[in-house]
């Protein structure tokens, strides 16, 4: 058996019906090129062969009451992968409202801790033409629990159901993390819950040095956005449990374009692009704050980590400059606040989180929650406005069971307080963009998602 991470674990027990916390992606394929043509049936026995190589599919979740540490990874002795992959058809005419429609049903949908935690869903008549008709698209759309991966583990998962070749031959099958019993997950549970005060040895002196680190840097102006800082938004309250989500795509040599004429990182192009898509929205309703939003920007600390778990993320509070109106004077100075954010988190040790959350209790976070949300029903300010991800992804042609793959829109979860999630990733020249929300907060998200191309326009204009 595998022993969750705090930090994994943490996200089965902050999740509520009003909050489920999975991951998700919205793939578009081309059928045409699946070796002999597609079927769903031959889609679904390609996955079940990959499957056999991806023991993160074929795990569940197991605890026991008289567990004193995190759960458990163990094996799923009935794994059945009928259970997991559906098949369904989108109404006519089979467009994006109708596709966006559906993937926000689907992403409301909590997943069954009894099984592995993961679904997919099959969606054929994309476009108004079934696939196994005669078709060309379908739409596939994955959701994994975030206990399970962050964007990097996610992203690597994806990359092993996808190949470079339509008609690449099956990995050969990996071991899971095998079995374990009630009492072997309490025995351990206890030994690792009776270290946990060794463990503060190292973690008490990392976080006073954070804290003084951070206060050195404040007297000089040299940190990134403090929490609490950010002005109240319509998308920031209290999340229901429904959900819609929208999509856009950019040209990648386009953001490169912009990037290099002003000496740029790409993501700061990417922040800058949310930045205007943000407060053009706002303008749009009358809403826009004086003060600026705030963005939080997972950052990846595999390579910096030696902890346990599937995730390994630190945070950055980014602010997006909303307040200036010119799109270039307004890129310049959120790369001149990212690289300060970036160095001031730099200087947090990469771990700090991570250890942390081992020492949390499921009822620490259930009651941390609870606390939380009642703020938010009393006017409280958001910790942050909205979650900004940058996920990388492979460049080149890419196939998914056969297909290729056109499009990989994520989707990221949202949270009470900030119900907003804006994830991008770098897929075979473009930049695909997907956006998650629910709809009592932003009735309609196409208004943001079109919006991408116009603000990319605008910094395009200004290059010239």
């Not at 990874?73 to 966006?100: K, M, Q, Y």
């Not at 040895?201 to 929490?227: E, F, H, K, Y």
């Not at 109106?325 to 890129?331: F, I, N």
């Not at 938010?376 to 958001?382: F, K």
Request: net charge negative; proline share 7%; hydrophobic share 45%.
């Amino acid at each position: 058996m595998q022993r969750l991470s705090g930090l994994d674990a943490s996200f089965l027990y902050l999740e509520t019906a009003a909050q489920p916390l999975h991951v998700c992606s919205i793939l578009e394929l081309d059928t045409t090129t699946m070796p002999g043509g597609y079927t769903f049936d031959k889609l679904r026995d390609q996955l079940s062969l990959r499957i056999r190589a991806m023991p993160e599919f074929r795990e569940r979740i197991a605890d026991t009451p008289f567990n004193l540490d995190h759960p458990v990874w163990l094996e799923d002795n009935d794994f059945d992968v009928d259970r997991h992959v559906h098949r369904i058809g989108l109404p006519s005419p089979g467009g994006r409202n109708e596709l966006a429609e559906i993937c926000g049903h689907i992403a409301s949908l909590p997943l069954d801790r009894a099984r592995p935690l993961w679904e997919m869903w099959v969606i054929e008549n994309v476009g108004g033409v079934s696939a196994a008709q005669g078709g060309e698209r379908i739409a596939v759309m994955t959701k994994v629990h975030h206990a399970a991966v962050d964007g990097v583990t996610g992203a690597n998962l994806m990359s092993k159901l996808c190949t470079t070749e339509p008609d690449a031959p099956p990995p050969d099958p990996v071991d899971g993390p095998g079995g374990g019993s009630e009492l072997e997950i309490a025995v351990s549970g206890a030994v690792r819950f009776a270290a946990r005060p060794l463990k503060l040895v190292s973690v008490v002196p990392n976080t006073v040095a954070t804290v003084v680190d951070t206060v050195r840097r404040a007297r000089s102006g040299l940190t990134m956005a403090p929490p609490f800082a950010a002005p109240k938004t319509v998308f920031n309250a209290n999340v229901t449990s429904h959900r819609n989500v929208a999509f856009a795509q950019l040209d990648l040599e386009d953001i490169k374009t912009v990037k290099n004429h002003f000496g740029v990182k790409v993501n700061d192009v990417v922040m800058a692009l949310v930045s205007g898509v943000l407060r053009t929205f706002l303008l749009d309703h009358g809403q826009l704050p004086e003060n600026s939003l705030v963005a939080m920007v997972p950052v990846s600390v595999h390579e910096k980590s030696d902890r346990p778990g599937r995730n390994q993320v630190s945070g950055m509070f980014a602010k997006l400059e909303t307040g200036i109106d010119d799109p270039a004077e307004r890129l310049r100075a959120i790369a001149q606040a990212n690289s300060i954010a970036k160095q001031h988190s730099s200087a947090i040790s990469a771990t700090l989180l991570q250890d942390w959350t081992q020492f949390a209790a499921p009822a620490v976070f259930g009651a941390a929650m609870r606390v939380y949300a009642s703020s938010r029903l009393s006017g409280a300010r958001p910790v942050h406005n909205l979650v900004v991800s940058n996920v990388p992804g492979p460049q080149g042609q890419l196939f998914m069971l056969g297909c290729q793959v056109k499009a990989m829109y994520p989707l990221g979860p949202i949270f009470h307080g900030s119900g907003l999630n804006m994830t991008v990733m770098s897929l075979s020249g473009n930049l695909d963009v997907g956006i998650v929300s629910c709809p009592e907060l932003v009735p309609d998200l196409w208004d943001m998602a079109d919006g991408f191309d116009a603000a990319l326009k605008e910094l395009l204009a200004a290059t010239r």
